[in-house]
DNA sequence: GTGTGACTGTGAATGTATTAACAGTAGATT
DNA sequence: AATCTACTGTTAATACATTCACAGTCACAC
């Protein structure tokens, strides 16, 4: 598998297609033609067929795509058939309701370490998780083996986390921080702003 | 200023220039060229002037952009020059987050009338805000004149209540609901899809 | 004034993503 | 067994987005 050569976008749907895919499940659907799965995800037949062509052949001429098999397939490639533990840093409002938040659970996530800077949260546990010192990242961090984290704290000395979590072995971060940061060699980021989501809905509502 | 003609990703990448400009605002910095633009964004030059020149030529040989005029034009461009109010639906977990959230504000923007079918919430205050109950909808939004929502909800019913928002003149919806929601006709919907993030990061940090 | 350097705005070139179109195939039908 | 139908996987065509590269412009030096 290169994965150089797999659109973005087409990453993007995986996960769409994976849910829809559950769902079909969940009915007890066996099989789907490209033209129904295009129909749930919103996207054209083609592309559906675009998209799954790229990691093999799945499909069959009669009977379309096997909706149990392509479903663990594509958990597999998104590598969520097995449960992840992610880092948290940052227990404020935000970091709070993703710690209850079961929506991940359910898609293969689940929030280990939680790390604050504020000593009132330091030691304390919240919906059973314990809040560390960001000062001792480095010696908790390893124990939960984490390659994922989340950023819901301030924005004052992010690079330097950032940094820190890279030298840990952390290798892809959701980023709620409003603020640009440059990712390290090898270290994806993924940024979630909602403000700027909102300023685009502003823009196209304006037309 | 015709619309259509304007790429998407530009549009998206607009909120970060104004993000940026408004920092450089604050330092005092009154004209910037594409070249520092372009690095303050993570973009290219040509990137930059691209993307301006799109909606006029602002620039000049000598000084680059004026910043206080930039940032300007991009905010009437979005729409957020001025306060805007949002209605939301869902005052759960994740409602109560963003209604405490200062980010929006500081961007030009309002949460106004909150809705739930929750009877334990309805007619509480939560940070300033009433929470009407979402069977009052047709009678309560029209005195807010909002022309953006947030969903924040359960998933059952969701389409019903798109659709009732889109006849009581919603333009565009932010969802954070985890399913697919078919847009009115003449309605925006951004979907804010979490454990999609985490599962494109997934797959990214394998490769 | 004339020359120099550095910039913007934009046409042309490239890169990336989507859609159209069809060859090849497998089951159903006569 | 020959024909028909409807599908997948893929090649070719199109649309969309970014980058290159340069003509035209302005400020400044001499
Ligand atoms: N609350 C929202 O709805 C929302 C929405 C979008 C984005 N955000 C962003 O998410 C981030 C968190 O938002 P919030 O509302 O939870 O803020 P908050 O102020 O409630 O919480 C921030 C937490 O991060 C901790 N923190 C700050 N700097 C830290 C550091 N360097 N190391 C460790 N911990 C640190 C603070 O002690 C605090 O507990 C902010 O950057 C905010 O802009 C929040
Ligand atoms: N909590 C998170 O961190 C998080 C993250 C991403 C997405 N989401 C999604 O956001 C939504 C809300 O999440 P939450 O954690 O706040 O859930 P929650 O259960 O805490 O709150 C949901 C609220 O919505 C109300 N509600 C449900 N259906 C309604 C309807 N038809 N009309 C009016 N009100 C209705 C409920 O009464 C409740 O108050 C969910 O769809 C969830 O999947 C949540």
Redesign the pocket.
């Known amino acids: 598998m290169d994965f150089s050569?797999?659109?973005?976008?087409?990453v993007e749907?995986l996960s769409r297609y994976r849910r829809v895919l559950a769902d079909l499940q969940e009915d007890g659907v066996e099989s789907?033609?490209?033209?129904?799965?295009a129909e749930l995800m919103g996207?054209?037949?083609?592309?559906?067929?675009?998209?799954?062509?790229?990691f093999?052949?799945?499909?069959?001429?009669?009977?379309?795509?096997d909706v149990v098999e392509l479903h663990g397939t594509i958990g597999r490639l998104l590598g969520t058939d097995k449960l992840q533990t992610l880092a948290m840093i940052g227990l404020g409002n935000l970091g709070r309701t993703l710690l209850t938040y079961r929506g991940f659970q359910e898609r293969g996530f689940h929030i280990g370490p939680v790390f604050d800077r504020d000593s009132e949260k330091i030691g304390k546990v919240y919906a059973g998780r314990r809040c560390y010192s960001i000062d001792d990242l480095e010696t908790v961090l390893p124990d939960f083996k984490c390659k994922m984290a989340i950023l819901a704290c301030g924005s004052s000395g992010l690079d330097a986390i950032v940094a820190r979590l890279a030298d840990l072995g952390i290798r892809s971060i959701l980023n709620f921080v409003p603020c640009r940061v440059i990712p390290p060699q090898g270290v994806f980021i993924e940024n979630v702003d909602l403000s700027a989501k909102l300023e685009k809905l502003s823009f196209l509502s304006k037309a």
């Open positions: 050569k797999v659109p973005l976008q087409t749907r789907v033609f490209s033209h129904r799965l996207v054209t037949p083609a592309q559906v067929r675009r998209d799954l062509s790229i093999g052949s799945f499909g069959n001429v009669a009977r379309g795509y």
